[in-house]
């Protein structure tokens, strides 16, 4: 309660002294575009009247208002001016400190259209924003032939485990992925074979949040990664392809189709994708060292993928209606399948004790993992009146997931003949929100909302031996879960500028959040029951035209994820066993986090820490000889983090863009072992971006990261480097030629992993390698009409979202 205390002051603290930066000179007005709708992002300039030397300049908000505050008294020309309207002057005279209010400013279409616009240049690859880093991925051409997947591996503090289905942002844990402002909310595995199958080509930037605002689910301790896709606003007919062929070890194919159709007020969009991976090899290996009963016991096992194939098939089909000026329905429908199979893997394993041996086993391992995804969205998005806007979304998602491995026994001493393990999964998760949105005369921006999410999920799984050629199930290892959870959520935010100088934001979230879990049998039931408020501050000042700085708190909630609930086992060796925790509590996190930038160049730092972090416990049961790996609450995790992003040109072709990371963190955990388990890693991670223009549509770039060891739960682990090439080339009608080289070291996918505890005589220790150098050509090609148009602004409820942020 004292932390809540301290926290709460500290908002109310700096409300006090930021309010004593308000000024009352003033200038305000509402600009609109063509049909009598608002035009947002508009530049409005004030100029002196003398010279036309420009004193202040703004962008219309989203709704089309501005405000200049602290004018000086004297005579000035307002200019303001939007892409297909003509510029809009007027003479303005400022006396005294008096507030002055303009009357509705009208742009006029301009009466010739251009032919054809063309636009050169490039984003800068990092932009600061007051919560978020935004990473442009146009801003590296030779991004084309990467998927989603690919481009998340080379975000500054993102770290992507594939096998492990584990996705984190600065190793604060998992991180919720929004795509377009919807959260994907399918367990980690299925969505990371659904980025696999989103290509670079349609995806405009991703934005990495590291402390959301109160509108944003609080279930993101770690942050939010947003991947936002290009959006198309030309009319007609048009859209484009991408087609990717590769070869790594094996084979390799992607390809992509977008479809668009725009006319006056109706907008049906599509798009499909699909990808086929086959690799001959990947290797993981465990190893274990412990100390029973006076004897020193030693294990190792090596798993050997041979040509496992990966597939993903999937579309999404929606369409958006604009029933008047003001008021815009839509609908979207998605479906995909993925599926990674596997035949006749290859797993060894032997042991000593006191450096004698004692065993050598052989099997063989099949697996079959298939699952289905389906969303159905329904939106209705009214602004209302001038300044405000309602959002309304209803979202349903169905996930199957299967998952079948048949371990077979060859050594002849062994009774046991094979070992099979099977999971069918099926969840159901239901979301209905409604946000509201108000902008004030002030400059200010108020936003409320209300949400519901209703998740329903059944798991079937079991584990069965063959012995003497009759199959006999394993009571201890199966289970017929069925968990329901409820979050019931509300929220209220006020952002304001308060002067040129100055802005703040505050909001608060409450939510309701039931889980409950009845394993079937009556012997398990588990249900617990959490109310929670998640303040959040953050404030900017703007020191000058190039520098800033942004000052923010949040408290968030990470809930366990559905890989984690979800009955499962993992079995690649009958001594080594993963499997899940349906009785895993939520985790709570404070955060801090100061950031400077001037100009391109970024520093930040971040203080945090997490109670009941969630993750996996290894450990030996030295009586039965089993490894175990299982999630749990840790008592504890501090973190301090510091980061630095900055560019760097070195003549005129060359571009180079940095981003380091220094980052301590501790985990503590007494409550689960015997023994109280305490470590504390630093972590330095360099990543690094190189961008030649070579002139005459030709571009190439060189990027690489290098992280040293930190730590993940109870374990220590190492990423190795890697360095990958890509070379482009631009044609005429925006066609796009890619060749590049993927992991040129082919090291990317190697991963070093330890738990070492000799206070209990304990060290579990492996590594894999999943790395593939991969040569791949891609070609991009946009069709139909691509020309500029003057048209409505037309703003569904995530355009609105994606403008304001």
């Not at 499909?272 to 020193?296: C, L, T």
């Not at 993928?305 to 089909?317: A, C, T």
């Not at 990423?719 to 080339?729: E, F, M, R, T």
């Amino acid at each position: 309660m004292r932390q809540y205390s301290i926290n709460y002051l500290f908002v109310l603290a700096m409300f006090a002294c930021l309010n004593s930066y308000a000024q009352e000179t003033s200038v305000r007005g509402h600009v609109y575009g063509a049909n009598g709708e608002a035009a947002p992002f508009a530049h409005v300039l004030l100029l002196q009247n003398e010279d036309s030397v420009m004193v202040k300049g703004v962008p219309t908000d989203s709704i089309g208002l501005f405000v200049m505050k602290n004018i000086p008294v004297g005579n000035y020309l307002l200019n303001v001016s939007q892409l297909g309207y003509e510029p809009y002057f007027r003479s303005l005279s400022i006396s005294g400190t008096n507030e002055l209010t303009l009357e509705r400013i009208e742009l006029t279409i301009m009466s010739q259209q251009l032919e054809t616009v063309q636009v050169v240049g490039r984003k800068e690859l990092f932009q600061l924003k007051s919560d978020r880093l935004i990473i442009n991925v146009s801003s590296l051409p030779t991004f084309s032939g990467n998927n989603a997947l690919q481009l998340l591996q080379k975000a500054p503090g993102v770290i992507v485990q594939e096998n492990a289905n584990s996705i984190s942002l600065n190793n604060k844990g998992e991180v919720l992925i929004m795509i377009n402002n919807r959260i994907s909310r399918v367990p980690k595995a299925n969505l990371i074979q659904q980025l696999k199958g989103m290509r670079a080509e349609n995806i405009d930037r991703i934005e990495l949040i590291h402390q959301p605002g109160a509108k944003y689910d609080a279930d993101n301790a770690a942050g939010i990664i947003h991947i936002v896709m290009k959006e198309n606003n030309a009319y007609g007919l048009n859209g484009s392809a991408s087609f990717t062929a590769g070869m790594g070890q094996r084979e390799k194919f992607n390809g992509s189709v977008d479809l668009n159709y725009r006319n006056n007020g109706l907008n049906i969009y599509g798009n499909a994708s699909g990808f086929n991976n086959r690799s001959p090899k990947a290797e993981i290996n465990h190893f274990r060292e412990y100390d029973y009963q006076g004897d020193q016991f030693y294990y190792e096992n090596s798993f050997k993928f041979v040509n496992p194939i990966n597939n993903s098939l999937g579309f999404n089909l929606g369409v958006d209606f604009e029933i008047d000026k003001n008021s815009t329905i839509g609908g979207l429908f998605g479906y995909s399948k993925n599926t990674d199979l596997g035949k006749d893997f290859t797993s060894r394993s032997k042991g000593s004790v006191n450096a004698v041996p004692n065993t050598n086993s052989q099997y063989l391992l099949n697996i079959d993992n298939p699952n289905r995804n389906t969303i159905i969205n329904l939106n209705y998005f009214r602004k209302i009146g001038t300044n405000g806007s309602l959002n309304i979304d209803v979202d349903r998602v169905t996930l199957d997931v299967q998952n079948s491995s048949e371990l077979t026994y060859l050594d002849i001493e062994e009774t046991k003949e094979k070992t099979a393990t099977d999971r069918a999964s099926r969840f159901e998760i239901n979301t209905v929100k409604a946000d509201f949105e108000w902008g004030t005369k002030e400059g200010g921006k108020v936003e409320m909302g209300v949400k519901g999410t209703f998740n329903n999920s059944n798991t079937i799984s079991r584990i069965q031996n063959r012995i003497a050629g009759i199959w006999e199930k394993d009571e201890a290892f199966s289970a017929n879960d069925n968990i329901s959870e409820e979050i019931l959520a509300a929220f209220a935010s006020h952002s304001k500028k308060w002067d040129a100088k100055w802005e703040t934001n505050l909001g608060l979230r409450l939510e309701h959040y039931n889980y409950a879990l009845d394993d079937g049998r009556g012997e398990n039931d588990f249900n617990l029951t959490y109310d929670n408020l998640f303040p959040v501050l953050r404030t900017s000042y703007v020191i000058d035209s190039t520098k800033s700085l942004n000052l923010a708190f949040n408290r968030r909630i990470m809930r366990p994820s559905f890989f984690y609930l979800a009955g499962f086992s993992v079995l690649i060796d009958p001594t080594l066993l993963v499997s899940s925790n349906t009785r895993i509590r939520p985790s709570f996190t404070n955060s801090y986090r100061l950031a400077y930038n001037h100009g391109s160049f970024l520093i930040a730092v971040e203080i945090y820490r997490t109670v009941g972090n969630i993750a996996f416990y290894n450990t030996v049961d030295k009586e039965r000889n089993l490894q175990t790996s299982t999630p749990i609450n840790f008592d504890r995790m501090d973190g301090y983090l510091i980061n630095m992003s900055f560019p760097i040109k070195i003549g005129k072709i060359w571009d180079m863009n940095w981003n380091l990371d220094g980052a301590y963190k501790k985990v503590i955990d007494a409550s689960n072992r015997p023994l109280p388990f305490k470590k504390g890693v630093f972590t330095i991670t360099a990543q690094l971006a190189n961008v030649f223009d070579l002139g005459n549509s030709w571009t190439a770039n060189l990027d690489g990261r290098y992280m040293s060891p930190y730590i993940d739960g109870d374990q220590v682990k190492y990423l190795h480097p890697y360095i990958n090439l890509g070379v482009s080339k631009k044609f005429k009608n925006e066609r796009l030629l890619t060749f590049s080289v993927q992991d040129i070291t082919a090291t990317s996918g190697i991963r070093e992993w330890e738990y070492n505890q000799p206070e209990l005589g304990i060290r579990t220790f492996g590594d894999n390698d999943f790395s593939e150098r991969v040569f791949q050509l891609t070609f991009s090609i946009p069709f139909g009409n691509q020309k500029v148009k003057v048209k409505r602004n037309r703003e569904t409820g995530s355009q609105e979202e994606r403008n304001r942020m």
